[in-house]
Structure formats: C-alpha cells, structure tokens
Nanobody
Framework: QVQLVASGGGLVQAGDSLRLSCAAS????VGWFRQVPGKDRTIIAA????????YYANSVQGRFTVSRDNAKNTVYLQMNNLKPEDTALYSC????????????????????WGQGTQVTVSS
C-alpha cells in the first residue's frame, strides 16, 4: 500500500525559507502540488525517479528546489524567499504507472496523493 506523508509546513514571514519533506517509498516520479481554497490543485515542482531531472512552475522557478534521497525514501522541497502568494496546502504525489526517467507535470500523471501540509506566509 502506497503511503505518502508530507511534512514541514508552518507559519513564516515573507522572505523566509522552509523545507518540506515527502516520505515516498518506491523508485518513482514524485510531484509537489499546492492548493488554495476555491482553486484547483496545481503542480509546482516535480522530480524524476533517479533525481537527475526536475520541473518547476514559473511561479516558483528560481526560489524552490526539489530533490530526493532514495536511500531515505524522501523527496524534499526547499522553498526560499517565500511570498504571501505561496500560502497554500502543499502535498506530494507519486506515480506508480510505468514511467520514464523524467519528471511528470500534469495532475493526471500521478496515482497516489498524500495528506498535505499547510504553509502560511505573512507579509
């Protein structure tokens, strides 16, 4: 049974940093998503199964970094220079279907979703 657990969220001020963690077992592509009330969940970062290829949404490019440690079954999202508009519920997702070694950046590319962790950025 696939289990995904995202952690590391919290309340920070604009300009601060946070690192989110996703406990994701298996050698599979992983994506980070965020959602605010009343809006669809959107992907912000993704990483290939061996970690050598990544994808970022324009809104976080240059500020966020996704990485993974397969020995620890963990995918990270380092978030720097946080802005109030980054406030959202962040969750990770895992693809279990047959995959190539590249990141996937569509919601329907993923099969399992974990519970999210709230990130709130005050101005």
């Amino acid at each position: 049974q696939v289990q995904l657990v995202a952690s590391g969220g919290g309340l920070v001020q604009a300009g601060d940093s946070l690192r989110l963690s996703c406990a994701a077992s298996g050698y599979t592509p992983v994506g980070w998503f965020r959602q605010v009330p009343g809006k669809d969940r959107t992907i912000i970062a993704a990483i290939s199964r061996n970690g050598d290829s990544t994808y970022y949404a324009n809104s976080v490019q240059g500020r966020f970094t996704v990485s993974r440690d397969n020995a620890k079954n963990t995918v990270y999202l380092q978030m720097n220079n946080l802005k109030p508009e980054d406030t959202a519920l962040y969750s990770c997702a895992q693809r279990q279907r047959i995959s190539y070694n590249h990141p996937y950046y569509e919601n329907n590319d993923y099969d399992y979703w974990g519970q999210g962790t709230q990130v709130t950025v005050s101005s």
